[in-house]
């Protein structure tokens, strides 16, 4: 596994910024309903397409309309990575006893401080960052904390990922 440490800046859009994420769940979602067996998974599957249907209308209708967020990122130093691993490790998280199964908000908390500070670090810009109101937001670091805050938590991980991630196959060679 190669990991991506380069300083060059690039662009990113996230998964639900691309309208063929919402076809590709939604073709998940009815297979799940071809598939289920029992009456009442068959009538929670339904009502889980119902809903999802509307809010991926609503998403393709945003995005055909301005198009997707583009994220400027590059990835962080070795350096940067390496201390802001041991700043984390130094968070005191209370353990509480969890059944197997399980995930302890703890644990979603650590992820969670995690995938902002990485964020922080590798987030250089965007653009087509819109409001509610379609009011293009421009890129300023005042501007990136409630940025992160109003993210939900895939996207906030996907980010992170790809900040710190593995390489792409198509991208080793470079």
Same mark, same amino acid.
């Given at each position: 596994?190669?990991?991506?440490?380069?300083?060059?800046?690039?662009?990113?859009?996230?998964?639900?910024?691309?309208?063929?994420f919402?076809?590709?769940?939604?073709?998940?979602?009815?297979?799940?309903l071809?598939?289920?067996?029992? *009456?009442?998974?068959?009538?929670?599957?339904?009502?889980?397409?119902?809903?999802?249907?509307?809010?991926?209308?609503?998403?393709?209708?945003?995005?055909?309309?301005?198009?997707?967020?583009?994220?400027?990122?590059?990835?962080?130093?070795?350096?940067?990575?390496?201390?802001?691993?041991?700043?984390?490790?130094?968070?005191?998280?209370?353990?509480?006893?969890?059944?197997?199964?399980?995930?302890?908000?703890n644990?979603?908390?650590?992820?969670?401080?995690?995938?902002?500070?990485?964020?922080?670090?590798?987030?250089?810009?965007?653009?087509?960052?819109?409001?509610?109101?379609?009011?293009?937001a421009?890129?300023?670091? *005042?501007?990136?904390?409630?940025?992160?805050?109003?993210?939900?938590?895939?996207?906030?991980?996907?980010?992170?990922?790809?900040?710190?991630?593995?390489?792409?196959?198509?991208?080793?060679?470079?």
């Open positions: 596994m190669l990991i991506r440490f380069s300083k060059k800046e690039r662009d990113y859009v996230l998964n639900q910024e691309k309208v063929e919402y076809d590709d769940e939604l073709e998940r979602l009815n297979k799940e071809v598939d289920a067996i029992e *009456d009442e998974e068959k009538e929670r599957l339904e009502k889980d397409i119902k809903v999802f249907t509307a809010e991926a209308d609503k998403k393709k209708a945003r995005l055909e309309k301005y198009g997707p967020t583009v994220w400027k990122i590059k990835s962080a130093s070795k350096e940067a990575m390496s201390r802001l691993l041991l700043k984390i490790k130094g968070v005191k998280f209370s353990s509480t006893d969890i059944s197997e199964g399980e995930v302890s908000t644990i979603m908390e650590y992820a969670r401080i995690k995938a902002i500070t990485i964020i922080k670090l590798g987030l250089v810009g965007w653009s087509n960052l819109r409001d509610e109101d379609g009011n293009e421009p890129f300023s670091r *005042d501007l990136v904390d409630a940025v992160i805050d109003n993210m939900p938590e895939s996207d906030l991980m996907e980010l992170a990922n790809e900040i710190s991630g593995e390489v792409k196959r198509e991208d080793e060679k470079n």
